[in-house]
């Protein structure tokens, strides 16, 4: 519905009539995911003859144009986009651009918009822990193994906060890793693309000595109860493997040790009881590492409100 509204914004006649072709199977009651292909090419069609390329990550979204890319190259480049194109269905509708149909069309987009705005930011009129696991473990699922549309991400969490002056410090919580190794370079990944900000800046701020970050162990389902094998054991094993390679980073003394804080939990409060990571609280409470904030030693700090 968004390719055909931008088709008709830019009048142009052949996408046009591929993008009514495809929502024509809607009407003959064919299922959207029997066709998933076909839209994505019409996608991509659209992408490479109006998108903006931004560098070595090709275009992103065929709405940001190509004449846009350069009045838009900051942290919230992405949504640049979808706020002209939303600009310009309501000017064609007000004008009388758009006839009847595609004054629905735009109207039935609007409500699909709202919808999914409230899957991203977690907002429905139900309640409770499951509700809000329920958004957590879909909301990414989407973009999942799309590295551009991954770092986009980052660079709107990290980069659009971080860039503001009164910010002196901002915390970023992300999950440990099973491997150390995997953990450097989710911090080093991260640094890359917040160290972006020092290239724009104008007094060469280092930025990322406001960056921290809190290691949070994620609460899982208790699996079947066996005979012998304690409860939420799952989750024990899972944590313990995650302390671990987060001792071993640590010890490596880095220079990326300067960014972990603390650790905390976090997902569910009914799937697991906060007394399975008591251990893991223990331990890490005492655990040293070398850090090259202000050239001191640092210890992390558990944080004790685990419930």
């Given at each position: 519905?968004?390719?055909?509204?931008?088709?008709?914004?830019?009048?142009?006649k052949?996408?046009?009539?591929?993008?009514?072709?495809?929502?024509?199977?809607?009407?003959?009651?064919?299922?959207?995911?029997?066709?998933?292909?076909?839209?994505?090419?019409?996608?991509?069609?659209?992408?490479?003859?109006?998108?903006?390329?931004?560098?070595?990550?090709?275009?992103?979204?065929?709405?940001?144009e190509?004449?846009?890319?350069?009045?838009?190259?900051?942290?919230c480049?992405?949504?640049?986009?979808?706020?002209?194109?939303?600009?310009?269905?309501?000017?064609?509708?007000?004008?009388?651009?758009?006839n009847?149909?595609?004054?629905?069309?735009?109207?039935?987009?609007?409500?699909?918009?709202?919808s999914?705005?409230?899957?991203?930011?977690?907002?429905?009129?139900?309640?409770?822990?499951?509700?809000?696991?329920?958004?957590?473990?879909?909301?990414?699922?989407?973009?999942?193994?799309?590295?551009a549309?991954?770092?986009?991400?980052?660079?709107?969490?990290?980069n659009?906060?971080?860039?503001?002056?009164?910010?002196?410090?901002?915390?970023?919580?992300?999950?440990?890793?099973?491997?150390?190794?995997?953990?450097?370079?989710?911090?080093?990944?991260?640094?890359?693309?917040?160290?972006?900000?020092?290239?724009?800046?104008a007094?060469?701020?280092?930025?990322?000595?406001?960056?921290?970050?809190?290691?949070?162990?994620?609460?899982?389902?208790?699996?079947?109860?066996?005979?012998?094998?304690?409860?939420?054991?799952?989750?024990?094993?899972?944590?313990?493997?995650?302390?671990?390679?987060?001792?071993?980073?640590?010890?490596?003394?880095?220079?990326?040790?300067?960014?972990?804080?603390?650790?905390?939990?976090?997902?569910?409060?009914?799937?697991?009881?906060?007394?399975?990571?008591?251990?893991?609280?223990?331990?890490?409470?005492?655990?040293?590492?070398?850090t090259?904030?202000?050239?001191?030693?640092?210890?992390?700090?558990?944080?004790?409100?685990?419930?």
């Open positions: 519905m968004r390719c055909y509204l931008f088709c008709v914004l830019k009048q142009n052949y996408l046009k009539e591929k993008a009514e072709t495809l929502l024509g199977y809607t009407k003959n009651s064919i299922s959207v995911n029997s066709c998933v292909w076909e839209i994505q090419d019409l996608v991509i069609l659209c992408k490479n003859k109006y998108g903006a390329k931004i560098t070595d990550q090709g275009a992103l979204d065929y709405a940001l190509k004449d846009m890319i350069d009045r838009n190259d900051n942290s480049r992405l949504m640049a986009g979808e706020r002209r194109f939303l600009y310009e269905c309501y000017r064609a509708a007000k004008t009388n651009q758009f009847e149909y595609q004054k629905n069309c735009f109207y039935k987009y609007l409500m699909l918009r709202v999914f705005r409230g899957e991203m930011i977690q907002i429905n009129e139900r309640k409770g822990f499951s509700n809000f696991e329920g958004y957590q473990s879909r909301k990414e699922i989407f973009i999942e193994g799309e590295t549309y991954e770092d986009e991400l980052v660079r709107i969490a990290l659009e906060t971080l860039r503001k002056e009164n910010i002196r410090s901002l915390e970023a919580r992300i999950c440990p890793k099973k491997h150390s190794a995997d953990l450097y370079k989710t911090l080093y990944h991260n640094e890359r693309i917040v160290k972006e900000l020092e290239n724009k800046s007094n060469g701020e280092d930025v990322t000595e406001k960056l921290i970050y809190v290691l949070h162990f994620p609460k899982i389902h208790d699996e079947k109860f066996y005979m012998g094998v304690p409860r939420n054991n799952n989750a024990r094993m899972l944590a313990f493997k995650q302390m671990r390679s987060t001792v071993a980073f640590l010890e490596k003394e880095t220079r990326m040790n300067k960014y972990i804080r603390g650790i905390d939990t976090c997902a569910s409060e009914l799937d697991c009881r906060p007394e399975v990571y008591a251990q893991i609280y223990r331990y890490m409470s005492n655990v040293v590492f070398k090259s904030v202000k050239g001191k030693m640092g210890i992390v700090q558990a944080n004790k409100n685990s419930g």
